[in-house]
């Protein structure tokens, strides 16, 4: 069985990054993520400084980029495709300067096309965001997100489909989505092995998995809500035994609302 680190999916302390880190540390976290998902609040010396205290400190680090930042527009133009590529080319660039393991970003949506159409824009728009990445020295690995309603872009075969073709982007499971989209079918091992197992698949030699968690609300197949822990029905027992069958490292991010929930998360799949 490969290291399981967890952590939050926010950084818990904004004021320092000695504050940050020390809150991690405190809470025996040995991962985060840093949250951008809303707007960027961080700058290249503040991001510096937590990679070096995280490294010092063996703490896993990614990044979410903004919600804005997806790609798989209808056109590679115009102001909603120019905010995109600056909110993923910001995150590279903060990912870069903290050392950080992967860019999370969200795969777009199918915006009345067939599902092989909005995965063919999904990629040939990455295509131009690596170009930019690479000339600016941020070509950092990126991490395309499962998403949680069943008739959008987003299943596992999509994120496994876009990473196999453009070779640097890894997919993100987030089993809270998956419950939700399946009807609440992780409720034993089995299912999340089967994730894992298709997703090892494709993963790079020593790329770890990353791997979004929390308890769900749901309704017609569809993500509502993140809940507290046992409110709903996912537990993250099924997910530890699971992962007893890979040597493959797991970064667990805890997208539970509340500090509570995140400490049960931790508690089942470390100790």
């Not at 992967?102 to 949506?109: C, K």
């Amino acid at each position: 069985m490969g290291r399981i680190r967890v952590g939050p999916a926010r950084v818990p302390e904004r004021e320092s990054p000695e504050q940050a880190v020390e809150l991690l540390l405190e809470r025996g976290y040995e991962a985060c993520e840093i949250d951008f998902e809303s707007g960027f609040w961080m700058d290249y010396p503040w991001a510096e400084r937590l990679g070096e205290l995280a490294r010092e400190h063996d703490i896993a680090l990614s990044v979410h980029a903004p919600l804005f930042g997806w790609v798989g527009h209808l056109e590679a133009s115009g102001r909603k495709w120019a905010s995109a590529v600056g909110g993923l080319d910001r995150s590279a660039g903060i990912a870069a300067a903290c050392g950080a393991e992967v860019v999370v970003f969200h795969p777009g949506f199918l915006l009345g096309r067939s599902r092989k159409d909005a995965i063919d824009a999904v990629v040939e728009q990455l295509a131009i965001v690596r170009e930019r990445l690479e000339g600016k020295g941020r070509g950092v690995p990126f991490g395309v997100e499962v998403m949680g309603r069943v008739r959008e872009l987003g299943t596992l075969e999509d994120c496994l489909e876009i990473s196999v073709r453009t070779g640097w982007v890894r997919p993100v499971i987030d089993f809270a989505h998956m419950h939700a989209t399946s009807d609440g079918a992780f409720v034993e091992p089995e299912p999340f092995r089967e994730a894992l197992e298709l997703a090892d698949a494709v993963l790079a030699p020593g790329a770890p998995f990353h791997i979004h968690f929390s308890d769900i609300a749901f309704a017609n197949r569809n993500e509502t809500k993140h809940l507290r822990y046992g409110e709903g029905t996912l537990r993250a027992d099924p997910l530890n035994d699971a992962l007893e069958g890979f040597e493959r490292t797991a970064t667990v991010i805890s997208e539970s609302p509340d500090e509570a929930s995140s400490q049960l998360i931790r508690a089942a799949l470390t100790t």
